[in-house]
């Protein structure tokens, strides 16, 4: 997020020291009424602030400087805490209780309010938070006063927040040296962990998609074989209510070909989107998929069907990914026939794949390609058994997300685009069975300007050139969506 700026002169060192002094030897007036906090406009009810002391006196004229440079102090002091009545009377104390009323300010003042909506969507809508919940937030990478307002909204639903802050760099460093039997002491502690958990929160800001390109490939399948699948695929998805989210920076704005403010308007309208709206006009399409059988995806080198008969559906509508708007499914495990050629660039294990082309037969990938990196994704491919075969299909359709951007929680969800997921399968219903340490998301956008494209259901045109064509299923289209 963008740090405010503030443009007032710093007062002389002197008139600072002075202001010091004066505020210390102030006499302590008595302790103010709790605050009254108004609700946000999310709805989200924010916790009570006790106050925890005396009010400090207003900077006086010419000294106001200090508290601007920091912050702009807050109405009726509803965002500080200051020290205890009982050590007031300690000059040293009170000029901490100075500082810790500026400080706060400055937080305050950096939390842009559309952060509090999103932390609202994710406890209200996603995982419909309660007193009864204990949430695990993990955040790689995340601004702390961000992570800290997601606590305080969790905190608001009344259920328990727990922590796990992590760093990209230092994820890569532990992947460099790690042995199997340190993943294995990871994911048996942190396994134990998330069986505490009802809820799970995961925030996620890399800066550099690419940090683990070093890291061999081995270790990173050692890591998705040793700690993804019993801990993710294990328990967190199966057994918890999730959501994983990103979150913005200048790295993400760069990607997209955006600045990083005009990106930051994009994130915020994709993740934020009213998401009632499209869990209502997915009814139709959830209805549809639940009896078919046969599907049929045509478009430029692609020309496959597969089954989908008694696999089910979900419609994906801001429970488990923000930003969100898809419905996925699985093909029927040995139905896939056919050639599917990628048009977008997908980065997995820490490396871009370009130009993806499957030739897949009885349900297998019999024939992959990559461009340069036809090797190594034929290596990734040979994980395990079923890592030739699908988990996962599924159409995208977030109205604001439509373009590419190298980043699957994205991408996956441009209008116009489906995704076809060689590897693991999630949990029936939308699962067939299909089980594999890998479980790869590669999108194919079918809008006019990437090549057009055209889906049949038993025989029915259902979307042509990314549009759906269906009277019940136009809902969906961007324009009605919006």
């Known amino acids: 997020m963008p740090a405010a700026s503030f443009a007032p ?55 106001a400087g200090v508290f601007a440079v920091l912050g702009p102090v807050p109405a009726g002091g509803s965002d500080w805490h200051p020290q205890s009545t009982a050590k007031a009377k ?36 996603s995982l419909k938070l309660t007193s009864d919940d204990r949430v695990l937030i993990h955040a790689f990478d995340i601004p702390e006063d961000c992570v800290a307002e997601v606590v305080r909204i969790v905190q608001a639903h009344g259920a328990q927040a727990m922590i796990r802050l992590e760093s990209g760099i230092v994820r890569r460093q532990l992947l460099h040296g790690i042995s199997e039997a340190n993943v294995k002491t990871i994911a048996d502690i942190e396994k134990y962990e998330m069986e505490r958990m009802t809820a799970y929160i995961a925030m996620r800001g890399t800066v550099n998609p690419l940090e683990n390109a070093e890291v061999p490939s081995e270790t990173l399948r ?82 496959f069907s597969f089954s989908i008969k008694d696999i089910g559906c979900v419609p994906c509508c801001g429970e488990a990914n923000i930003p969100d708007g898809e419905c996925f499914s699985a093909p029927v495990r040995d139905s896939v ?50 890592a030739r075969y699908f988990g996962e299909w599924s159409l995208g359709f977030n109205p604001y997300v439509l373009h590419p951007m190298k ?27 299909n089980q594999s340490a890998i479980h790869w998301d590669t999108v194919l956008i079918q809008r006019p300007e990437y090549g057009g494209g055209e889906i049949w259901f038993d025989g029915q045109l259902i979307r042509k050139d990314g549009l759906f064509v269906l009277p019940e299923l136009q809902p969906l289209n961007p324009e009605n969506l919006k």
């Open 9 to 63: 002169a710093i007062p002389p060192a002197a008139e600072a020291l002075d202001f010091a002094i004066s505020f210390a030897a102030a006499p302590t007036p008595p302790p103010p009424e709790p605050p009254t906090l108004s609700a946000p406009a999310t709805g989200v009810i924010p916790p009570t602030l006790e106050p925890m002391g005396a009010t400090p006196p207003p900077p006086p004229a010419g000294v």
């Open 90 to 125: 300690k000059p040293m104390s009170v000029r901490f209780t100075a500082i810790l009323y500026a400080n706060s300010a400055k937080m305050a003042c950096m939390i842009d309010p559309r952060v509090t909506e999103l932390a609202g969507l994710l406890c209200r809508h």
């Open 222 to 303: 050692l890591w998705s074989r040793e700690y993804t699948q019993p801990v993710v695929f294990g328990v967190r998805v199966p057994k918890t209510r999730w959501v994983a989210l990103r979150w913005p920076n200048p790295a993400m704005a760069m990607a997209a070909g955006m600045s990083t403010p005009a990106f930051e308007d994009f994130y915020f309208r994709a993740c934020t989107m009213d998401y009632a709206k499209m869990s209502e006009a997915c009814k139709p399409l959830v209805e549809l998929m639940n009896k078919t059988d046969r599907v049929e995806i045509k478009g430029p080198g692609t020309d």
């Open 337 to 386: 026939n056919g050639v599917v050629q990628f048009n977008t660039v997908s980065v997995y294990e820490g490396k871009e794949f370009k130009d993806i082309r499957y030739e897949m037969k009885d349900g297998k990938i019999i024939d992959a390609s990559a461009g340069g990196n036809t090797d190594k994704i034929n290596e990734i491919l040979d994980t395990d058994e079923g």
């Open 407 to 433: 980043d699957t929680l994205f991408d996956e969800k441009i209008a116009g685009s489906f995704h076809f997921t060689p590897g693991n399968a999630y949990d029936p219903p939308g699962g067939n069975g």
